[in-house]
């Protein structure tokens, strides 16, 4: 229908291409909890504000496995009226080490809507996808980038044949070229974001610095978002 449903946040330093160098940063300081509440509490205040279409759209934000997700465990309640002033959202669990057992079951019981991030990415991808209770599947981009092979296409269709009978939401990112998205189309996988259908849109520049850092170490960071888009309407949202 190539109607947006959703955005992806993303945030970087000002200047710079990638949120690479800004998570780094945030890893060698011990600051990734830090990091992504700052960006919550911008993210929240921008919800409440409505600005336009962007406030009617699902959000999608990244959780990494050491941040803001660890107080789930201990602060459920917090993380519960957190979720419900930026409702709807889906929290993308990062393809990375660190997540827990624990850590999952709260945020099932939160009701949280957990989303499989570059999935096919990680040793432990299938155990996941199988184990975990997520409802939404974003395939990593380079398993899209290699659909034009028969063999990998033939992969993806049996992976969209589970995500239909299991309910979940599969949705194909990196799609950069004219012919990838008429493949994801042809594959009937009814979701998809990438460059060929909107680049990432800058929408606020904001200062954050904490007390003790130099303000040298920590530019202003950017805050984009990228659009996920439906190619056909055999599911909604």
């Known amino acids: 229908t190539h109607q ?8 970087r330093r000002e200047g710079e291409e990638t949120a690479a160098g800004l998570w780094r940063w945030a890893a060698e300081h011990d600051a990734i909890a830090t990091l992504e509440q700052w960006i919550l509490d911008h993210l929240r205040a921008w919800r409440q504000a409505e600005f336009g279409s962007v406030s009617a759209l699902v959000w999608f934000i990244n959780l990494h496995p050491h941040g803001v997700a ?11 009226d957190q979720q419900r002033q930026l409702t709807p959202v ?25 989303a499989l991030d570059d999935w ?21 981009a380079r398993l ?16 969209q044949a589970y995500h239909h009978h299991q309910r979940k939401y599969l949705v194909a990112e990196g799609v950069e070229t004219p012919e990838q998205w008429q493949i994801v189309q042809q594959l009937g996988i009814p979701y998809c974001q990438g460059f ?7 929408f606020r520049t904001v200062d954050w610095r904490e007390p003790t850092e130099d303000p040298q170490d920590s530019p202003p960071s950017h805050v984009d978002s990228e659009v996920a888009s439906q190619p056909n309407s055999r599911e909604g949202v």
């Open 90 to 114: 889906v929290w993308e669990l990062l393809e990375s080490e660190g997540w827990t057992a624990d850590i999952i079951i709260r945020l099932a019981q939160a009701h949280s809507v957990l």
């Open 120 to 140: 096919g990415n990680h040793r432990d991808t299938t155990s996941r996808l199988v184990t975990w209770p997520v409802q939404w599947v974003k395939l990593d």
């Open 4 to 11: 947006v449903v959703g955005v992806e946040w993303l945030t």
């Open 144 to 159: 899209v980038q290699q659909l034009p092979h028969p063999a990998m296409r033939q992969w993806v269709e049996t992976i």
């Open 196 to 202: 060929a259908l909107a680049m990432p849109q800058p």
């Open 70 to 80: 660890r107080r789930v465990i201990h602060h459920f309640d917090a993380w519960k």
